[in-house]
């Protein structure tokens, strides 16, 4: 992680020794740091990482100071282009690309990452790598400006503490920001992803240089090469991994995904080393109502591919008291931020913290399979459609899982109705299902269903993969101060395997019938995992549903849940966007058994209330009212 703070006039508000302390509170200690005069800089370069007496930030060829939290990828070629040695510091050859290529060095360097570079006029220059890259919030005024990659460095050093209502509402809502610069805190804003914004006393330039819908076709002479090139770039995205790691674990479950990224580490580790996995499994005990197409459990499937992998040893957990809001004070403190989608995560918090507890320093996973690899192609019924390859669109909807409807009516809905314009499509849907049962907005008010923004529950129906890149533009940079919670939390750098930018554009430029053929989606990926497991593993179609034991967990707490909903609606952020009434009764109706699986009541019970009562604890911990 990295903070700097700038005092253009002599009368700035920054409270200098205050930035590297708060930087390395979740350390014990202050981050590594160096003032000079008006400028101060600071580094934590590992989640536990000790003050270096006399630390001084890497420089340039020609000087700059260079701050660098995250990876560059690839690190010996570009060192090659640059004409430096393969040992020179991720910071030095950052420095380097951009006196040699300005601006355009972001758009040739490989990497997930967040920038600063101070400039000799007093100028900052702050950039984020594309796809995801690690998050970089800042706040100034003519005086001065602190930059950090999380809030808390800028709020110590004395800039307000104000929560911003309309990100309070959206969260809420659960709907992106109208602008992903903006975030919880009054003017404390967000370097976009896959941007470069110079900020001086005169203000701030932002250039999104990066165009997702831009990526380039992918195209190859055959099926096999498609697997071949996708193989070789999970080969070199893994050794890039590896390469930063000394003990490194990975999360593992019984879908495609992961399991294909831990064969290829165990293909590129050292003959007889050990790799640590960490998975989880439902509550001892819990027998749940099973749905097609879905499994609760990974621990069956885990089991099948380690006897095919001996030098893999799994832990798992089952996370006994491990609620939706396990340590979530914790990781508020840690990334300034909540999201009611978070409670779906706190499975995942035990199983980093096992692994910090065994001495592993990085743990890995797949997280951006779905999007990538492993892709199941939403759109490809339409596609099939629109280019006249009628087999393939009828084969497409007869294998969508857990829908029943008719063939014709499947036909409609998935291939014929997205190549509609938009307004006409779902005036539509509007009549088709005129008569259908309203689906009730949650716990919300009608005034706060709609706060603008784009809903986060889903993405538009679309008719094209590019259409898809354009819905998902707006999440890829979305949280990306997570990871940083995970690492000052646990102290364990968190690090998803699959995300390398060559093997995601390769991803997002290739055409669908790579991704979806004869009715089986994720074609790639079950391509890909011919002899990397077992396969009953690799042809099985059901996806796996985290916290598929939430009654168990949630029962014992109605009561608890029944006086944080009272509390919420007795505050100013939240209590005017919920429906305290609708859910009182539902608290108060808690029912004996769990409702149906994907039922609205489910939803309701499972993750409306639970997420609504998260972000009500998060407004109480940033006001620093007692929520007792």
């Known amino acids: 992680m990295i903070g700097l703070g700038l005092a253009w006039d002599a009368g700035s508000w920054i409270d200098f020794s205050r930035i590297a302390p708060s930087l390395g509170l979740f350390a014990g200690a202050p981050a590594s740091h160096q003032q000079a005069g008006p400028l101060l800089l600071a580094c934590l370069t590992a989640p536990r990482a000790r003050p270096v007496r006399g630390w001084r930030a890497a420089r340039s060829p020609a000087g700059l100071p260079v701050l660098l939290s995250g990876w560059i990828d690839d690190r010996a070629d570009l060192?090659?282009?640059?004409?430096?040695?393969?040992?020179?510091?991720?910071?030095?050859?950052?420095?380097?690309?951009?006196?040699?290529?300005?601006?355009?060095?972001?758009?040739?360097?490989?990497?997930?990452?967040?920038t600063l570079i101070c400039l000799p006029d007093g100028t900052i220059r702050m950039a984020r790598s594309p796809l995801g890259g690690q998050s970089l919030f800042y706040a100034a005024d003519r005086s001065g400006a602190v930059a950090a990659s999380v809030p808390r460095p800028i709020l110590a050093a004395g800039w307000q503490q104000c929560l911003r209502q309309q990100a309070v509402t959206h969260a809420v809502a659960q709907r992106i920001d109208d602008s992903d610069e903006l975030g919880f805190f009054e003017g404390v804003r967000s370097v976009p992803d896959g941007a470069i914004s110079y900020l001086s006393r005169d203000g701030v330039r932002t250039d999104r240089w990066y165009d997702l819908t831009a990526v380039a076709e992918t195209r190859c002479a055959s099926d096999g090469e498609y697997v071949e090139a996708a193989n070789a770039l999970l080969a070199r995205a893994t050794?890039?991994?590896?390469?930063?790691?000394?003990?490194?674990?990975?999360?593992?479950?019984?879908?495609?995904?992961?399991a294909i990224v831990c064969d290829e580490l165990t293909r590129q580790l050292p003959a007889g080393t050990t790799l640590r996995a960490y998975s989880f499994r439902p509550l001892n005990g819990w027998e749940g109502q099973v749905v097609p197409d879905r499994f609760y459990d990974d621990q069956p499937l885990v089991e099948q591919f380690l006897r095919s992998h001996p030098q893999v040893h799994c832990q798992y957990?089952?996370?006994?008291?491990?609620?939706?809001?396990?340590?979530?004070?914790?990781?508020?403190?840690?990334?300034?931020?909540?999201?009611?989608?978070?409670?779906?995560?706190?499975?995942?918090?035990?199983?980093?913290?096992?692994?910090?507890?065994?001495?592993?320093?990085?743990?890995f996973n797949a997280n951006s399979g779905n999007l990538t690899f492993s892709q199941s192609a939403p759109w490809a019924c339409a596609d099939f459609l629109r280019r006249g390859q009628l087999g393939e669109a009828w084969r497409a909807a007869?294998?969508?899982?857990?829908?029943?409807?008719?063939?014709?009516?499947?036909?409609?809905?998935?291939?014929?109705?997205?190549?509609?314009?938009?307004?006409?499509?779902?005036?539509?849907?509007?009549?088709?299902?005129?008569?259908?049962?309203?689906?009730?907005?949650?716990?919300?008010?009608?005034?706060?269903?709609?706060?603008?923004?784009?809903?986060i529950s889903g993405f538009p129906r679309v008719s094209s993969h590019r259409e898809w890149l354009r819905a998902l533009k707006p999440w890829l940079g979305l949280g990306a101060e997570s990871a940083h919670g995970y690492e000052q939390v646990f102290g364990i750098r968190v690090r998803d395997v699959g995300h390398y930018r060559p093997?995601?554009?390769?991803?997002?430029?290739?055409?669908?019938?790579?991704?979806?053929?004869?009715?089986?989606?994720?074609?790639?990926?079950?391509?890909?995992?011919?002899?990397?497991?077992?396969?009953?593993?690799?042809?099985?179609?059901?996806?796996?549903?985290?916290?598929?034991?939430?009654?168990?967990?949630?029962?014992?707490?109605?009561?608890?849940?029944?006086?944080?909903?009272?509390?919420?609606?007795?505050?100013?952020?939240?209590?005017?966007?919920?429906?305290?009434?609708?859910?009182?009764?539902?608290?108060?109706?808690?029912?004996e058994s769990?409702?149906?699986?994907?039922?609205?009541?489910?939803?309701?019970?499972?993750?409306?209330?639970?997420?609504?009562?998260?972000?009500?604890?998060y407004v109480d911990f940033v006001t620093g009212r007692n929520a007792a």
Do not use: K
């Not at 430096?84 to 990497?111: K, M, P, Q, V």
């Not at 063939?407 to 849907?429: D, K, Q, S, Y």
């Not at 554009?505 to 890909?528: H, I, S, V």
């Open 79 to 114: 060192a090659a282009q640059l004409g430096l040695s393969a040992a020179t510091c991720a910071e030095t050859l950052y420095g380097a690309a951009f006196e040699r290529w300005g601006d355009r060095a972001d758009s040739l360097i490989n990497g997930v990452y967040a």
């Open 594 to 617: 769990p409702p149906p699986p994907d039922s609205p009541e489910e939803y309701l019970l499972r993750f409306a209330i639970p997420a609504t009562v998260l972000m009500s604890q």
């Open 398 to 455: 007869r294998g969508n899982r857990g829908d029943t409807r008719p063939m014709w009516r499947r036909m409609a809905a998935l291939g014929l109705l997205p190549l509609f314009p938009g307004r006409l499509a779902e005036a539509i849907r509007a009549i088709v299902h005129r008569n259908d049962a309203e689906p009730h907005p949650g716990i919300l008010r009608g005034e706060a269903i709609d706060p603008g923004g784009l809903h």
């Open 239 to 258: 050794g890039n991994a590896l390469g930063l790691a000394r003990q490194p674990a990975i999360s593992l479950s019984g879908g495609l995904d992961s």
């Open 317 to 363: 957990t089952d996370n006994p008291g491990v609620g939706f809001d396990y340590r979530a004070p914790d990781f508020f403190l840690a990334t300034g931020s909540s999201r009611p989608s978070l409670i779906l995560d706190t499975i995942n918090r035990p199983v980093h913290e096992a692994a910090a507890r065994d001495g592993c320093d990085w743990m």
């Open 503 to 591: 093997l995601m554009e390769f991803c997002f430029g290739l055409p669908t019938a790579q991704l979806m053929r004869g009715g089986t989606d994720r074609w790639l990926a079950r391509r890909m995992a011919i002899g990397r497991m077992p396969e009953a593993q690799r042809l099985n179609r059901s996806y796996g549903r985290q916290n598929a034991d939430w009654y168990p967990r949630l029962a014992p707490r109605v009561a608890e849940l029944r006086r944080a909903v009272e509390r919420m609606a007795e505050q100013p952020e939240i209590g005017p966007l919920i429906d305290t009434a609708r859910a009182l009764a539902l608290l108060d109706n808690w029912p």
